[in-house]
């Protein structure tokens, strides 16, 4: 079993489930010089802020322990500060990053660590960082009502708010107009970068993540133009009240709620199995 040597924080995953220590109605990471539970793999988590952690992931849940609990990293928002959710969040991030690049992509060479965020090539030299996929979501408001779009190419019945991918050589104000003005049709004149929010999406039935990418929020409340037909799926405009009784996927209920709430600038991560949006 690894050992850290030293007092810290160990930020344990199965799968997308954090291991939470019970201490009375709270919830706590665990805190140590040794892992709470045996792991073989640990990885460094390197904070700002200085605080010692380490990271890794458990082959098997931890069962009939009362002092410890897995709980999903979505789900411990509300029972742990947001301070040790965001870290937990950059933790799982990094497990990601390093299930996904042991193997060197110039050369096929396994690659060896060099530091908590850089593993290098030892036969071409190639270095590798961990890598940002960048999309943004966009709530357009018109007065009471909010614009939402309900794909064909979900599966089920979901609506959600207009979103797409960064592409290369373009900005992030740059691609919320033209995500905006691709699937409906409108300019915009005024819009808000509002949150970010790292999504991890597992693969149903499997402790492997699919996929991670880094979802900008933002708000428009001024466009003009006229709809135009929609090649995701069908435009509808929908009031407040009525949003949240439509199926929406989990993460899009909380950001509805914080968008339109006007919650000051947040940031958080949400892990979730495999819903694709495409």
Request: hydrophobic share 35%; glycine share 6%; charged share 25%.
């Amino acid at each position: 079993m690894e050992t850290s040597n030293k007092l810290c924080y160990w930020f344990l995953f199965y799968k997308d489930q954090l291991l939470l220590q019970k201490e009375n109605d709270t919830y706590t990471i665990p805190y140590g010089e040794n892992p709470p539970v045996p792991v073989s793999h640990t990885l460094e988590v390197d904070y700002r802020d200085g605080l010692p952690a380490r990271t890794a992931e458990l082959d098997t849940p931890v069962e009939g322990n009362d002092r410890y609990v897995h709980m999903g990293l979505r789900a411990s928002w509300d029972y742990i500060s947001r301070a040790c959710y965001e870290k937990a969040g950059k933790a799982f991030q990094l497990l990601y990053w390093d299930s996904h690049s042991r193997f060197c992509p110039v050369c096929g060479t396994k690659t060896e660590m060099k530091d908590t965020i850089m593993k290098k090539c030892p036969a071409c030299g190639n270095e590798m960082y961990p890598s940002i996929s960048a999309a943004i979501l966009v709530l357009v408001r018109k007065e009471d009502s909010l614009l939402l779009v309900h794909a064909r190419n979900f599966k089920g019945t979901f609506y959600s708010l207009v979103a797409g991918f960064l592409e290369t050589g373009e900005t992030l104000e740059e691609c919320v107009m033209r995500e905006v003005k691709e699937e409906t049709g409108y300019t915009l004149t005024s819009w808000r970068f509002r949150g970010l929010v790292t999504f991890v999406t597992e693969a149903e039935n499997s402790k492997t993540v699919e996929y991670m990418e880094y979802m900008c929020l933002y708000t428009a409340d001024g466009f003009t133009g006229e709809p135009i037909a929609c090649d995701e799926g069908e435009l509808a405009w929908v009031k407040k009240e009525d949003v949240l009784h439509l199926n929406l996927w989990e993460g899009d209920k909380i950001f509805f709620r914080l968008l339109n709430e006007d919650e000051p600038f947040f940031c958080g991560m949400w892990a979730t199995r495999s819903q694709k949006r495409c």
